[in-house]
């Protein structure tokens, strides 16, 4: 099947600093991308539409200044949190589309953690 | 508008019991519906997925799940339960496929009793 990276699995980083966290399809190519936000004990919240070549798309709520989106190729995408604060401290996950004939799915990245001091 | 709700955050089970998660759906239109797998700190790995063919589907580790359009559900089963399958198993919606946004339930957390 499909398979989706994310680099780093996780990062402890001082608050104010800024972060980046790359999602990469690694045997296909994806137009698309979703990136999630998943705090302790909680379930998967969309945060933002990733497209290749134009800008992102984001959640209501979810403030586009603080979570800068670039789908810069076919195989990659990246988050960067901005200033990041001890409430951005969650887990990031990403998602790519595969489409392949009859099947098309989501697949999901490993996700990473971030923790902000 | 789409959404799913799992009933039961947390379900034990006996080793060897029957495993059932529980999932309603809301859809305006014809939904896709997933049933992932969370093991701690990993990310999403799917078990399963309808997508208006046959209503009983058949997933990896011996899950299947039946879509069942008069009850809006698509609850997850497995016939016997192995420790392995402790896990957070999460049911999600979607229009159309693999473009479209996918809305996640709550989780249900999956704990096996030796």
């Known amino acids: 099947g499909a398979v989706v990276s994310q680099h780093p699995s996780w990062v402890i980083c001082k608050s104010g600093t800024s972060v980046k966290i790359e999602c990469r399809s690694l045997d296909f190519q994806a137009t698309t991308m979703f990136w999630y936000r998943q705090f302790p004990k909680q379930s998967l919240m969309l945060m933002a539409t990733s497209n290749e070549g134009s800008k992102a798309t984001y959640e209501q709520g979810v403030e586009k200044d603080k979570f800068l989106i670039n789908h810069a190729s076919l195989t990659l995408s990246t988050l960067t949190v901005t200033s990041a604060h001890p409430e951005d401290s969650s887990f990031y996950i990403c998602?790519?589309?595969?489409?392949?004939?009859?099947?098309?799915?989501?697949?999901f990245g490993p996700g990473t953690r971030l923790t902000v001091l | 508008a789409q959404s799913v709700t799992q009933l039961g955050s947390h379900v034990s089970v006996s080793e060897g019991a029957l495993v059932l998660l529980r999932c309603n759906y809301s859809?305006?239109?014809?939904?896709?519906l997933f049933w992932y797998v969370q093991y701690p700190n990993q990310g999403l790995q799917l078990l399963l997925k309808?997508?208006?063919?046959?209503?009983l589907v058949k997933g990896i580790n011996g899950f299947e799940a039946e879509f069942k359009k008069s009850e809006t559900s698509f609850h997850l089963t497995k016939p016997s339960a192995h420790m392995s399958d402790a896990a957070e198993y999460f049911c999600?919606?979607?229009?159309?496929?693999?473009?479209?946004?996918?809305?996640f339930g709550t989780g249900t957390k999956l704990q096996v009793i030796p």
């Open positions: 999600a919606v979607t229009h159309s496929g693999g473009y479209q946004k996918v809305t």
């Open positions: 309808y997508t208006s063919a046959a209503t």
């Open positions: 998602s790519a589309p595969w489409i392949s004939g009859r099947s098309d799915t989501q697949y």
């Open positions: 859809s305006s239109v014809p939904p896709y």
